[in-house]
């Protein structure tokens, strides 16, 4: 049977080759054999020939779901008004998972013919065959759908004006933002907080100020939204309302990813925090450093990734906070200036290596590393004698928590430095190895590395 299915195969090979029409509509009706049938329909499609047409509407009655399927890409590709009026009859078939499947296939062809049907199908009472007709308009991408599509935001089911949202973007760009604001009013948070997010991906400056409004939500995950997308679009009257975000108290979980991700909890006030980083106004750094004292690790970590962005104009405040009564802070504020990297943070940091708290060294001493300033050479070295260390919390329930000591990450930092001068220190450091086998290797590594790397800065 499979040798007899393969020949017919060739010969449908050979049919598209001469361009046999005849010998292909034969070839229809090879009912065991529903890889042919479906081959010599596409076929037929691709040949374009009238004469294909009322045997390919038949099939649109098969049983087999690949066949109709074959069929109506086909009548799509021809040129004749029956063709035509036989997908727009189609998309009234009384069985709803055939339309639904008839929209989707129109989309993926994408024929402007198809965007009338389509159009009217928006209209079903079948909710999947509504939202299957309002993606295949976005693939097709023709204006006509524009006014249908917003006629659908009114739609009774979120999901279908969550679909008809996301295909007015696709279609109208900068210029539909004036129609997705009324999904900011919508009764459904879902709805809301995807239309902020779709305001936010076309960064129109419109949508700022009704966005700002959208800020006093009393749906946190819409108000998350909200600070995102107006980080996103960047405009400076937004900075006083996400300074006044910063005091927000909401938060939302976040599904994880993978197997090991755990839900993750994500805070508004993180949310516009990273927001003011991305429009970097200076007005916001001093709002930004008192966040420092934030009791959320992950909000502070967001605040150092914020006045990183902001720059040199954070630079004065930090190192100001660096003398700060909470060691929490101060290894934020070490963190924050390392990622800037300016040079006028280096004598402050040095200062910082004598700080009471491991995890605040820990950080200074990354922070120098990242600059790579040479007069923090001679500091780091001796750190290198320094026994305080951190525990890290990794990532996974297989995973168990790793001691981290303070002058690994020295030797790390002189290896970024690059300054030939650490060498011989590195080499006796690496004779006092931590006594845990893991840590061991981490350090025995480590120091490896950083050999490497200064050996092959100082061949350069």
Known sequence: MRIFASLLKLKVEKLREKKDVEGLIKALNKRNFVLVRREAALVLGELGDAMAVAPLIELLRDGNQSIWE????????????KAFEALRNALKNEKAFVREKIASCLGKIGHARAVEPL???LKDEAWYVRQNAALALGNIGDVRAIHPLIDLLSDEDESIRHTAIETLVKLGGA???EFLLCGLNDNDPTVRAQTTSFLGEMGDVRAVDPLIQALNDESPRVRYRVVEALGKIGDARAVQPLIQALEDRGWLITPGTGKRQ??????VRGGAIEALGKIGDARAVEPLIQALKDESEDVRQSVASALRDIGDAAVEPLIEVLKHEDKDVRRSTASALGDIGHTRAVEPLIEALKDKSPRVRYQAVEALGKIGDARAVEPLIQMLEDRGWLIFRTAGKRLSPTKVWVRQKAIEALGEI???RAVGPITQAMKAKPKGFREAVMFHEAAKEALETINAKNRA
Do not use: Y
């Open 70 to 81: 074959a069929a109506v890409e086909a009548l799509a590709n021809i040129e004749d008004p």
């Open 418 to 420: 690059g300054d030939a």
């Open 119 to 121: 159009i009217e199908a």
């Open 262 to 267: 755990s839900p993750k909890k994500l805070w």
């Open 175 to 177: 210029k539909m933002s």
